[in-house]
């Protein structure tokens, strides 16, 4: 029995021992990449609506402020912030407009594929407010009728974006963005397109 508990610890130390070694490289391998370098952008383009929003609304500019961050060997964390303002259709007379305030988090991934394009993906939260007069106020009062009460919406979004020009600190280049939000019953889809600059901070 004590040959048995003495063959245990002596297993058990190697473990640790083997664990000891291995852990910290690894540990400083990660640290040494995340947010080892960190950007930001402002951006401005423009946004497309698609399925049941070309019927309520046109096309619109926005623009926009970004941060990126070194996450891991090959991806990157990105946070966006973007401001829009939408003209209704002439049918929708009940609206000036809609103010969205859009803001993302997700990845970016460098896969050589496709290289120097970058492949993107995260999840979306739409922040929206409609411009409306006090005459309106019986139609926005009604039942699911308003968006005069900071309505929110969730989705995901994926996007390609492809530097242009590159220097040291410096990058310029373009963002595709295809964006769903997973509003009921029917899913709101958007297309924008932009061009941003970006500057390195480290």
Not at 11 to 33: K, R, T, Y
Not at 51 to 63: E, T
Not at 71 to 79: L, M
């Amino acid at each position: 029995m004590a040959k048995m508990k003495a063959l245990i610890l002596l297993v058990l130390s190697f473990a640790v021992c083997a664990l000891a070694q291995s852990e910290p490289s690894g540990i400083a391998a990660v640290d040494s990449i995340a947010f080892s370098k960190f950007y930001v952008s402002v951006e401005g383009g423009e946004k497309y609506p698609f399925g049941d929003l070309v019927d309520a609304v046109d096309n619109s500019f926005y623009v926009g402020l970004g941060a990126r961050y070194a996450y891991w060997e090959d991806f990157d964390g990105i946070v966006l912030v973007q401001y829009s303002y939408f003209e209704p259709h002439e049918k929708v007379s009940h609206l000036y407009g809609v103010h969205e305030v859009s803001g993302k988090l997700g990845l970016d991934y460098r896969w050589n594929l496709i290289s120097p394009v970058i492949f993107g993906v995260g999840f979306v939260c739409n922040w929206t407010r409609a411009d409306y007069d006090e005459k309106h106020r019986p139609h926005f009062d009604s039942r699911g009728g308003t968006l005069t009460d900071n309505e929110t919406e969730f989705g995901w979004f994926a996007r390609l974006n492809l530097p242009i020009l590159s220097l040291e600190n410096y990058r310029a280049g373009m963002n595709v963005q295809w964006e769903q939000l997973w509003t009921l019953p029917e899913r709101s889809n958007m297309l924008s397109i932009g061009f941003y600059v970006e500057r390195r901070l480290w």
